[in-house]
């Protein structure tokens, strides 16, 4: 295997996890952008009011994505094991 391949299985991978991380992720940073704004506009700071929907919703997304989040991961494994069996490039 030479290293214009393990640059391009790396570069694929990196894709691959970014697509497959970023609906939970984002979904985590919007409702924590929306319940610190919340909190600043009400001045409450209780941390329960931070973490609950935000788990929640972070889940919500997980179970929302999924097909997608399989779908990319799928890809990404078909393409590894075609490589595999035609040796590489």
């Excluded at 990196?14 to 970023?22: E, K, N, Q, Y």
């Excluded at 609950?52 to 393409?79: E, R, Y």
Aim: glycine share 6%; net charge negative; no cysteine.
């Amino acid at each position: 295997m030479t290293e214009p391949e393990l640059i391009d299985i790396a570069r694929d991978a990196i894709s691959t996890l970014i697509f497959v991380a970023a609906p939970p992720l984002l979904t985590g940073l919007a409702v924590g952008l929306v319940v610190s704004i919340l909190q600043t506009v009400t001045q409450i700071q209780e941390m329960t009011l931070t973490f609950v929907p935000k788990v929640l919703l972070v889940f919500a997304s997980i179970i929302l994505f999924l097909p997608f989040m399989l779908g990319q991961m799928t890809d990404f494994w078909k393409a590894m094991l075609d490589r595999v069996i035609t040796g590489g490039g």
